[in-house]
């Protein structure tokens, strides 16, 4: 049987496996050799090269502590490192002029902000980020930004409002202190999902049985767009947006980063035939998004869960569109909120004779009660990135989280360089 391959770069969580035949030298930097139970894709090319397979899992959670700040104190970010580990990082520093870009990180995500940095050969740029006593954010820049590019990571994770504001205030900050390019890269685009007026068109019937539309909604995600070009942002860098349509909703260049490489490399890390795979859209509106995952994965057959959403984070699923009888089925999404649409949708393939169920998607937002959905045993394993930070209570046996940190820091240097990103 032909084995379940893609083309992506590198990914992957613990334990060491040793492979027959050695994945190829890649021409990537690597990371330094950190003991974290999660590591970047570029650590990784190191040891595919020395024989050892790009495979890296523990038997129960993922998760980050590469990265973790000794002292986030005032939203100052700081790392205390060993000798050797500094030593190893200066000499793996890619030969760029890095004077002029300057990468700054909110208090969202520090982990994923300080991995970047350190794919990059970099060192976050110094910031001041405080809370008064009535809740007011205040942002002071500790280093110059005159005439720099200045690259904000900031994902608008909950508290949605609060990390918004701060991102806002950021850039703000960095438009006043004269920097010449202010881009922000927010791995979670908070609000994306009110890209339209969802039930302008719904028929609904009240106790009378009278007939009306719904409607008077707004559409947020135009609106945060909106803040943050007001605010002075000049590009943003978005990681896998709830819709494509999203990107038109700004006035600056979007440059929208596809976190699916990540993901399909760590499967077919797995060694699961493409015989026994089937890709599954959780809804509609994800057809497209799971067709192309799909198309990767050696042209893997479809299948779609068509449902109907009463109320929101309230799915009830209606029928199962396709064939995963006796198959591995792999869901895919960009995002889990309350699980509920992507459990009922396992429960339904394990109804229609799915072999395994495997959950996939680029946000782990984890709003209650999705830990004890996901951790019910539908899930032969759950598979997210690191693009929102996820609390320690949240972690669970069958929970791997990837790194993106590799693949913003390469968009970063390409958007810096004025690359194509495709090269």
């Not at 100052?76 to 190893?88: G, N, R």
């Not at 909106?226 to 990681?239: F, M, P, V, Y």
């Not at 797995?270 to 799971?290: E, H, N, Q, Y």
């Not at 459990?343 to 998607?361: D, M, N």
Request: charged share 20%; hydrophobic share 40%; aromatic share 6%.
């Amino acid at each position: 049987m032909s084995q379940w391959r893609s083309n992506a770069t590198t990914h992957g969580c613990k334990q060491i496996h040793k492979k027959k035949n050695p994945i190829p030298r890649r021409s990537f930097r690597q990371s330094p050799p950190m003991a974290a139970l999660m590591v970047s894709s570029s650590s990784l090319f190191g040891l595919a090269h020395r024989g050892v397979s790009s495979r890296i899992c523990v038997s129960d959670s993922f998760k980050c502590d590469m990265a973790r700040p000794g002292n986030y104190g005032n939203g100052k970010v700081t790392i205390s490192l060993p000798e050797f580990m500094e030593s190893a990082r200066m000499e793996t520093i890619v030969n760029r002029d890095g004077g002029k870009l300057k990468l700054f990180s909110g208090s969202a995500n520090p982990a994923l902000s300080q991995e970047i940095a350190w794919n990059m050969g970099l060192d976050l740029g110094k910031i001041n980020i405080k809370r008064f006593a009535d809740g007011e954010i205040y942002v002071q820049l500790q280093e110059s930004v005159r005439g720099c590019d200045v690259y904000l990571v900031q994902p608008t994770s909950p508290p949605a409002n609060e990390n918004l504001m701060e991102l806002l205030i950021m850039v703000d900050a960095c438009r006043r202190a004269s920097a010449k390019n202010i881009t922000v890269v927010v791995p979670y685009f908070g609000y994306s999902r009110a890209d339209r007026k969802a039930s302008s068109n719904a028929v609904c019937i009240n106790y009378r049985g009278w007939k009306y539309v719904q409607g008077r909604e707004a559409i947020t995600a135009k609106l945060v767009a909106n803040l943050i070009t007001k605010a002075g942002a000049s590009r943003i860098l978005a990681c896998d947006l709830h819709s494509g349509q999203s990107m038109g909703y700004f006035d600056i260049p979007v440059d929208h980063v596809q976190c699916q490489p990540v993901i399909l490399d760590y499967l077919s890390s797995k060694g699961i035939c493409s015989d026994d795979l089937v890709v599954v859209s959780p809804d509609v509106g994800g057809v497209a998004r799971a067709r192309s995952f799909a198309k990767t994965l050696s042209a893997a057959p479809l299948a779609i869960v068509d449902k109907r959403r009463h109320a929101h984070n309230v799915a009830q699923v209606m029928n199962l569109i396709g064939d995963v009888k006796g198959k591995v089925a792999v869901m895919v999404d960009d995002m889990i909120d309350t699980a509920g649409t992507i459990a009922k949708a396992a429960a339904l393939l394990h109804e229609e004779g799915a072999r395994e169920v495997y959950a996939c998607c680029t946000h782990a937002v984890f709003s209650p009660p999705a830990i004890e959905r996901l951790s019910g045993g539908l899930f032969q394993e759950v598979i997210v990135t690191n693009t929102l930070p996820i609390a320690e209570k949240n972690y669970f046996p069958r929970l791997t989280v990837l790194s993106v940190a590799n693949l913003l820091a390469k968009t970063i240097w390409h958007v810096h360089d004025d690359k194509d990103r495709s090269m």
